[in-house]
């Protein structure tokens, strides 16, 4: 018989994080710092809002592009929030969620050989969308010195004559990097002088802890040259609802509907109804929300701190990215002994790039209170291997 699998698919790893979810699901006990899940329930208003849509019927597909409520709503969050105007009809694209925009914009731009720059650790989707799309992704390595920020030398370095995009994935998963708007006008400078475009990845944008998220579409000449990604999964709480959307040049944006067209057909309807709730009437649930995170991130940055842990103080999403170099052994080896003898599952640095080696990623996407009982577990892990290298 034909080998009826494609080379291309067989060739991209899996995710990384999924092996250790999948463990910790089976075993009793077990506390998962793994998930970039928010613990909250979505907020009853939302949730509301979605079950109405269904008591009224509203089950049928809207239009490709979304409900244009949402879009209008899309359109005024980004206004209020950044400063950005955007065609609600031929600017605005509604999809399954952020992975799902993500995927349509590089197929949307790409041609084969095309380089696309990835600037890791960074989320899991970007590479292998890339290699889906025929792109060629060029990892730019990005360094614990520099709070894992991109810098403009680092971004010249890795510009070839093929290059045509660069991911910025700010505020960072994993690491919980941002950029600042004095380092984002650096990455601006480069950008429009080699004429790259830019998909800006600002899923985490509402979860930023040291003033107001700086978006690269905000700069003069970039919001020609620049598709916005962003959701509702980690601000509003709603990652089981599946909605995310992109803004952008409408000619990108057009050709971005017309994959979704024939892949999805339409984003969820409850979901955009919800969405729409969320969006008018949900700034309060998202500070609510901001503020929880917050008083975690600095629980955790000191706990590590008195662990003498070296762990640099991250300002967005819901991660901290400690470095665990001093025990001499690998990410894996790390997560896996953390797991088997604490009961603790966090998810290897490498899973998200090969330069994540010798780092995990925490989420405190979790209480307090579970947040409290695994450190407790990690510090007794860690003098365990500290009293081990010195016998």
């Given amino acids: 018989m034909r080998n009826p699998l494609s080379d291309k698919v067989i060739s991209i790893e899996p995710s990384g994080i999924r092996k250790f979810f999948d463990i910790v699901s089976e075993m009793k006990d077990a506390i998962s710092l793994g998930v970039g899940e928010p613990d909250f329930d979505t907020p009853w208003h939302i949730r509301d809002e979605g079950i109405y849509s269904l008591e009224k019927g509203r089950t049928f597909y809207t239009s490709n592009a979304g409900l244009k409520e949402l879009k209008v709503e899309i359109c005024k969050y980004l206004k209020r929030r950044v400063g950005l105007d955007y065609d609600y009809n031929l600017e605005t694209l509604v999809t399954v969620g952020g ?7 590089l197929r949307a731009m790409i041609n084969p050989g095309d380089e696309v720059l990835i600037p890791q650790p960074s989320y899991v989707s970007y590479l292998p969308c890339t290699v889906l799309a025929d792109g060629v992704p060029v990892v730019i390595e990005l360094k614990a010195e520099n709070q894992f920020k991109l810098t403009r ?12 995009i ?12 941002i950029m600042t708007r004095e380092e984002l006008k650096e990455i601006v400078e480069v950008v429009i002088e080699k004429d790259i475009f830019v998909i800006t990845d600002e899923i985490y944008s509402e979860l930023s802890y040291s003033g107001n998220h700086v978006s690269i579409a905000e700069f003069p000449g970039m919001k020609e040259r620049t598709i916005l990604i962003n959701g509702f999964s980690k601000a509003y709480a709603m990652t089981g609802w599946r909605l995310g959307y992109a803004v952008g040049p409408k000619e990108i944006i057009e050709q971005m509907i017309k994959i979704h067209q024939f892949a999805i057909m339409c984003a969820p309807t409850t979901s955009q109804y919800a969405a729409v709730e969320a969006l008018k009437n949900g700034d309060e649930d998202v500070a609510a929300m901001r503020e929880a995170y917050d008083q975690r991130r600095r629980f955790l940055v000191n706990a590590f701190k008195e662990m003498k842990l070296e762990c640099f103080e991250p300002f967005g999403a819901f991660y901290v990215f400690p470095c665990i170099r001093e025990f001499g052994m690998t990410s894996d080896e790390f997560a896996t ?18 330069c994540g080696e010798g780092f995990l990623r925490i989420s405190y996407a979790y209480s307090l209170e579970n947040l409290k009982l695994a450190l407790e577990r990690i510090n007794r892990f860690v003098e365990r291997l500290r009293a081990e290298k010195c016998n």
């Fill in 166 to 177: 660069l991911i910025l994935p700010f505020p960072n998963n994993p690491t919980g990097a």
């Fill in 153 to 164: 030398q680092e971004l010249l370095d890795g510009i070839t004559p093929k290059t045509k």
């Fill in 99 to 105: 992975s799902e925009a993500i995927d349509l914009a």
């Fill in 337 to 354: 002994r953390l797991l088997k003898e604490e009961k603790v599952a966090v998810v290897p640095g490498t899973a998200f790039g090969s």
